[in-house]
């Protein structure tokens, strides 16, 4: 079985600064990998996700992440974060994109 | 292009009704995913239906089933509610099973008192 953990709960960070949201998976087989982030009272949008190739993915709104299988991780990362960033981000992992299974989440939040 | 829509966005019900969901799949999608969601956790996966059939399912009791219709649409049905089973309730939808991205509903918010 596969499962996923967010190794940070909440994540403050002051405005144009860098970030890194953390994700480590756990499986036996191949997996995709996914990011999604979640607006109060929204459904999930999809940030990025890796599926095979590059190890290192670029998503939207300048997000990026970069998959390790040795180390079994797929770290979140911005340069330069915004106020509107601000919101719950899911790592997720899937055999197969139907059974996907995703972390408790972090709450990103920006300061101005 | 309409997006993936749910109905309806909020729902009260007591402990021991039934209660119905839909969602409608964005144009073109065949198969649709549903989750729960309870507060402050992340997704659970329950089942996906894929042009009308169980596609795979999650560590839900029988008392959640599905249907898909022939226009993708689906719904999702909770027999005898249970306290626990306030969550939100988000479906997706994609082209296909597999390395498909899935776009997700606004889900619908059930309250279970």
């Known amino acids: 079985a596969q499962s996923v953990t967010q190794l940070d709960s909440q994540v403050p960070v002051f405005e144009e600064a860098p970030v890194e949201l953390r994700c480590n998976y756990s499986?036996?087989?191949?997996?995709?990998l996914f990011w999604y982030v979640q607006y109060p009272n929204q459904g999930l949008q999809l940030l990025l996700k890796y599926l095979s190739g590059s190890t290192l993915v670029k998503g939207i709104n300048g997000f990026e992440a970069e998959f390790n299988k040795s180390q079994t991780s797929f770290h979140l990362r911005k340069p330069s974060v915004h106020i509107s960033d601000t919101a719950e981000y899911f790592c997720a992992v899937s055999p197969n994109n139907n059974d996907m299974r995703f972390g408790a989440g972090t709450r990103l939040t920006v300061k101005p | 292009e309409t997006g993936v829509t749910q109905s309806p966005t909020h729902l009260i019900k007591t402990r021991g009704q039934q209660v119905t969901l839909r969602c409608s799949s964005q144009s073109g999608h065949n198969t649709v995913s549903w989750y729960q969601q309870a507060l402050g956790q992340g997704p659970q996966f329950i089942f996906q239906y894929y042009r009308e059939e169980e596609n795979g399912r999650g560590n839900f009791p029988p008392r959640f089933s599905g249907l898909q219709f022939p226009n993708y649409s689906s719904e999702l049905n909770v027999n005898a509610l249970e306290l626990d089973d306030s969550a939100l309730y988000l479906c997706?939808?994609?082209?296909?099973?597999?390395?498909?991205?899935?776009?997700f509903g606004p889900g619908t918010r059930l309250t279970v008192t």
């Open positions: 997706a939808s994609s082209l296909g099973t597999g390395r498909y991205e899935q776009y």
């Open positions: 499986s036996s087989v191949s997996v995709y």
